[in-house]
């Protein structure tokens, strides 16, 4: 049950479009749906992209999400200053289990 | 509105146990497998266990299996998580959180617990 693989940090500037990578395996990633959450310093996680590519509403159509393979990708287009936060992959696993990636910490200088 | 509520938290002795609660309300509960997911301080969230919708199935991650056993009650819309042998590695602010039947994200959340293990 090794955790997915992401960058520890990005960073980018307003305007800016960024990609965060997750990479995972066969078995979880490659194996099913992956989903992203955002989550600001002493917060709760919120859930920004479900099902690989798919926005919850409410959902900035800024955040968009891919899979090719063992890795899912989140592309925040237009970056904004209150897009500064941590960025969290998570993947359902073909053992019954779940796993989330590190975590990437989102800079926008 | 939907609300996730844990309960339990607090400092306890390596070796000793605790037991959190988890309080649901404004969706139907039984329609939700429920997980408990874990963050240590400064740390990424690491997903702890599932208990399916009816609770009869039931996973753990390879760090708490054995230590930590998963339920809920849904007739009072109230998810467990009963932990014994606590480490100081289990230190961390403890999330439930639900997944609705044939999907695939966690959501809602609750606002967390802290767990503190330390003599």
């Known amino acids: 049950q090794s955790a997915l693989t992401q960058p520890a940090s990005v960073s980018g500037s307003p305007g800016q479009s960024i990609a965060f990578s997750c990479t995972g395996t066969?078995?979880?990633?490659?194996?099913?749906?992956v989903s992203w959450y955002q989550q600001y310093p002493g917060k709760v996680p919120k859930v920004i992209i479900y099902?690989?590519?798919n926005r919850p509403s409410g959902v900035s159509d800024r955040f968009s999400g891919s899979k090719s393979g063992n890795t899912a990708s989140l592309t925040i287009s237009g970056l904004q200053a209150e897009d500064e936060a941590d960025y969290y992959c998570?993947?359902?696993?073909?053992?019954?289990?779940?796993?989330f990636g590190g975590g990437t910490k989102l800079t926008v200088l | 509105q939907v609300q996730l509520v844990e309960s339990g938290g607090g400092v306890v002795q390596p070796g000793r146990s605790l037991r959190l609660s988890c309080g649901a309300s404004g969706f139907t509960f039984s329609r939700y497998g429920m997980h408990w997911v874990r963050q240590a301080p400064g740390k990424g969230l690491d997903w702890v266990a599932i208990?399916?919708?009816?609770?009869?199935?039931?996973y753990y991650t390879d760090s708490v299996r054995g230590r930590f056993t998963i339920s809920r009650d849904t007739s009072k819309n109230t998810l467990f998580l009963q932990m014994d042998s606590l480490r100081a590695e289990d230190t961390a602010m403890y999330y439930c959180a639900g997944i609705l039947r044939f999907s695939n994200f966690f959501d809602p959340w609750g606002q967390g617990t802290l767990v503190t293990v330390s003599s």
């Open positions: 099902d690989v590519n």
């Open positions: 066969s078995s979880d990633i490659g194996y099913k749906y």
């Open positions: 208990i399916s919708h009816d609770g009869n199935k039931k």
């Open positions: 998570s993947s359902f696993t073909n053992s019954g289990t779940w796993v």
